[in-house]
């Protein structure tokens, strides 16, 4: 049982959740580096750019759409029980990913890991909720963080290694073992837990969410493929999840018991940190996508080299997500995650200097710079969510979390790609006139697209990096604009100062 002191084996417990974590966040960069060597015809499965897109959107698709609703389940159902059922499921469907045939079928094993991953997230933080006694949980929250960015870093290196030595698979093979080891370490150490007072379930609350975020997710993925806003395709969907959303919201205030109460979004601190990781994510992945291309064919690393570069950005992590709620503590959540959104936005505006002939110690102190402004951001971000809901509410708390950075990731990457894209191709069309009308249009899409159909022709291939890095520039002014709006709402509503753990806290610990 635990203590007032919280579970005596708390920390043998975190160090579980944080392994286990790793199979998750590793997919989610992992299969970057393996792109290329998919769409071989002979090497990988042939994979056209459109199944490429889907094999990397059918994941956050059904991830960012079930991550509420399992959340809502673990609370009821058990959290241990979910991550075990959400690990077997994910190490299955990482099985059946490595030995697609076809890319249909990698795209199909790829939504199902997208289920399996969905169980496992919320399950972590909420059993960290439920472990640690109030005053450590920051600090815990802190470590888990620092996994997760270590995990995000080493994603790209792990993949390079991969496929040098062997087949496009064991990119998703590399998975099971973890899994493995990982299923036998929850069922040894974690205990279970759950809503001490389990409220009834609320199906028509977990349907609606389900078909909103599908919904919207949906059209922001097409979106970005689309490099359009205005596209039916990609107005309808999103238009009708938000409507849907709109409807949960109006049926979560009326129904006696809610799958969330939305209610909670009157808290300031609850609101402000859901705020600021919204747009921090939205800021951040939306950037991000634009340094793989730099990275490896503006400056010509190898998927592995690249991959080396985000080391900093690991090793900020790692220092500085340990110590972000000491930081937090001393200096109040609102200095310290104003600050440090402010550092995200001169990063982010930073990337407008890149050229190709950039030193690489300057692209290596300002990713060092970068994970550490991360760092300082997340830990209290998360612990202001998860205290600002009861403990037995966790799952929930936790869900709504990973949702927000999800969906706001997923639109970054949509709304900023298709910035990048509008910038880039109305640049490089004059240099692609000498191309046959047939392959124009297609060599115009993407500097990958371009680089392929020049066929290392230097009349093309100068102009293309000289577009692409102006389009850059553009991008990373508009997502450092963005980021400054995140200023804007720590500044004004984030909270000086943590506010007292909820009474909750003080009842029967939930843990078994």
């Known amino acids: 049982m635990e203590t007032t002191n919280g579970h005596p084996r708390r920390w043998a417990i975190l160090g579980v959740l944080v392994f286990a974590l790793l199979a998750v966040v590793l997919d989610n960069t992992i299969l970057n580096v393996a792109m290329k060597t998919i769409a071989d015809p002979v090497q990988g499965l042939g994979a056209t750019q459109s199944e490429l897109e889907w094999a990397i959107n059918s994941y956050t698709l059904v991830f960012a759409g079930l991550l509420f609703t399992f959340g809502v389940i673990g609370d009821r159902t058990g959290r241990k029980r979910m ?66 960015g270590l995990a995000v870093a080493i994603g790209p290196i792990t993949g390079g290694l991969l496929i040098e030595h062997f087949w496009w698979g064991s990119v998703f093979l590399i998975n099971v073992p973890i899994v493995v080891i990982s299923m036998v370490l929850i069922g040894t150490i974690v205990p279970e837990s759950r809503d001490p007072k389990p409220s009834k379930l609320d199906p028509v609350g977990v349907i609606l969410s389900i078909i909103g975020l599908v919904a919207v ?44 109460d939305v209610r909670n979004f009157s808290n300031v601190r609850f609101s402000s940190a859901i705020g600021m990781m919204g747009i921090v994510f939205f800021a951040m992945m939306g950037g991000m996508f ?19 570069m985000m080391i900093p950005f690991a090793a900020a992590q790692l220092i ?48 060092f710079i970068q994970g550490a402004a991360m760092a300082n951001i997340m830990p209290p ?33 949509a709304v900023l790609g298709a910035v990048l894209s509008s910038a880039y191709r109305s640049e490089v069309a004059p240099a692609l006139t000498a191309l046959p009308e047939a392959v124009r249009h297609a060599a115009g899409e993407s500097i990958t ?16 990096f000289t577009a692409f890095i102006d389009g850059m520039h553009v991008t990373a002014l508009v997502s450092a604009v963005i980021a400054l709006v995140g200023v804007g709402v720590v500044a004004k509503w984030m909270p000086g100062k943590a506010t007292a753990v909820l009474p909750v806290d003080d009842k029967e610990p939930a843990v078994v």
Do not use: C
């Open 217 to 260: 997710v949906y059209g922001i993925i097409r979106g970005g493929e689309l490099g359009s806003v205005v596209n039916a395709e990609v107005l309808l969907p999103t238009l009708f999840g938000l409507l849907v959303l709109g409807a949960f919201v109006w049926w979560e205030r009326r129904v006696e018991h809610p799958a969330f």
């Open 290 to 308: 634009f340094l793989t291309f730099y990275l490896q064919i503006v400056l010509g690393f190898s998927a592995l080299q690249a991959g080396a």
């Open 320 to 367: 500085f997500a340990p110590l972000s709620q000491r930081i937090n503590e001393r200096f109040g959540a609102k200095l310290s995650s104003t600050v440090a959104m402010s550092i995200i936005a001169l990063i982010l505006a930073s990337y407008a200097l890149f050229d190709q002939n950039t030193p690489i110690v300057l692209i290596e102190i300002v990713f």
């Open 83 to 148: 991550l075990f059922i959400g690990m077997l499921l994910f190490g299955l469907s990482s099985l059946a990913s490595a030995y697609s045939q076809d890319p249909t079928q990698l795209i199909l094993a790829r939504a199902a890991m997208g289920i399996g991953g969905a169980a496992i997230m919320p399950a972590t933080l909420a059993i960290i909720s439920n472990v640690f006694p109030p005053h450590e949980r920051g600090k815990a929250i802190g470590v888990w963080a620092g996994g997760v």
């Open 449 to 464: 697209n371009t680089v392929a159909a020049a066929q290392g022709d230097p009349a093309i291939l100068g102009p293309a």
């Open 381 to 413: 971000a998360t612990t202001a969510i998860m205290e600002a809901l009861p403990r037995e509410k966790a799952g929930v708390g936790s869900a709504m979390s990973n949702t927000v950075r999800q969906v706001a990731g997923a639109l970054g990457v």
